[in-house]
């Protein structure tokens, strides 16, 4: 019997349905097209029928979500911040009053990447573990003697928050300090402001808006302020990669997201900050490795989850 997936993401929504085996044998994705609140939650249940009629029309046996933002486990709500009326939407139930015979398991985006990974990609084998999403935002599944790391609040690897500098700006309220300097919407964010502090700047960034496209092609060619972005974002996401490893001893750190992408070629110099910072043994015993499920490790994480459930994985 087949297994849905979903990931959910703030602009779009893909969905695939897998055999007990771990085939995918359909995969569809749509947009949200700045849907928000309950419409979201509609066009959700309709894409569910949907890659059901898609299939042999078997009955379904779970069904695993990856949302982005906090699920709380206990009640079955999300918190969903680029999803404008999901401050405490009621995803569970609203998939239960159409599927109410098919267990539901609803988990962040950022666990279902690392559950992706650890089942079919760069993680497969490992028990301590984490998925470094690096995107607009930037966020952690963290993997600890093979169990996803919620917290106490189901909001454990929320490390865009992660302190980073000093001293405090009441800039980083907003997303946290790591994100607001290497995130993808954070390297576009940094470097406007250096362009707007230089006005006799005559390079490859003066366009409104900037992005981080833009700031990683201006890069290869050189560009000063470009260039000062870059090294700044491998100085902090080396040091984020020393604290996570200090404090969690992992074997792998998996970077995915956007940004790696274009990053990836950044490793070596990420891993030589690392060392400046990182307890010294546990950092010569770990690889920094890009996803090998790249935009979809969420969605294999969720269908993980569902086939998780009916004791198929």
């Known amino acids: 019997m087949p297994v849905i997936g979903i ?13 007990e085996n771990g085939e995918m044998m ?41 949302v982005p933002g906090i699920s709380r ?36 985006d950022r666990a279902c990447c690392i559950l992706g990974e650890r089942w079919k990609g760069n993680a497969r084998g490992c028990k301590d573990v984490i998925y470094l999403s690096v995107g607009t935002g930037i966020g952690a599944g963290i993997l600890v003697e093979d169990h996803i790391l919620h917290g106490a609040q189901d909001i454990g690897g929320a490390i865009g ?10 800039k980083y309220i907003g997303c946290g300090c790591f994100e607001y300097h290497a995130s993808g919407s954070g390297i576009a964010k940094v470097a406007a402001e250096l362009v707007k502090e230089n006005p006799t700047y005559e390079g490859n960034l003066n366009k ?21 972005v870059i090294e ?36 070596p110099l990420i891993y030589e900050e ?4 990182a307890q010294p043994i546990s950092i010569t015993n770990i690889t920094i490795e890009s996803s090998a499920l790249k935009e979809d490790s969420a969605l294999h994480g969720a269908g993980y989850l569902a086939l998780q459930k009916i004791g198929a994985a």
């Open 7 to 19: 990931d959910l993401g703030a602009t779009k929504l893909s969905l695939a349905l897998f055999a």
């Open 26 to 66: 359909q995969q569809q994705t749509t947009l949200l097209e700045n849907k928000n609140g309950e419409s979201v939650g509609a066009l959700l249940i309709s894409e569910i029928h949907k890659i059901i009629s898609l299939g042999k029309k078997e009955a379904i046996e779970a069904i695993g979500v990856a």
């Open 73 to 108: 486990i206990k009640t079955g709500t999300v918190w969903a911040p680029n999803i404008p009326g999901w401050d405490n939407y009621p995803l569970r139930s609203e998939i239960k009053k159409a599927f109410p015979s098919v267990p539901i398991i609803i988990e962040s």
């Open 161 to 170: 928050w992660m302190a980073l500098n000093r001293p405090f700006d009441k």
């Open 208 to 228: 409104d808006p900037i992005t981080a496209r833009d700031v990683f092609a201006a890069y290869e060619m050189r560009d000063e302020i470009a260039t000062e």
């Open 232 to 267: 700044q974002c491998i100085e902090f996401w080396g040091m984020a990669v020393a604290n996570l490893v200090s404090l969690f001893n992992p074997e792998k750190i998996i970077f995915g997201g956007g940004v790696f992408g274009p990053a990836i070629k950044f490793f």
């Open 274 to 277: 690392a060392c400046k910072w």
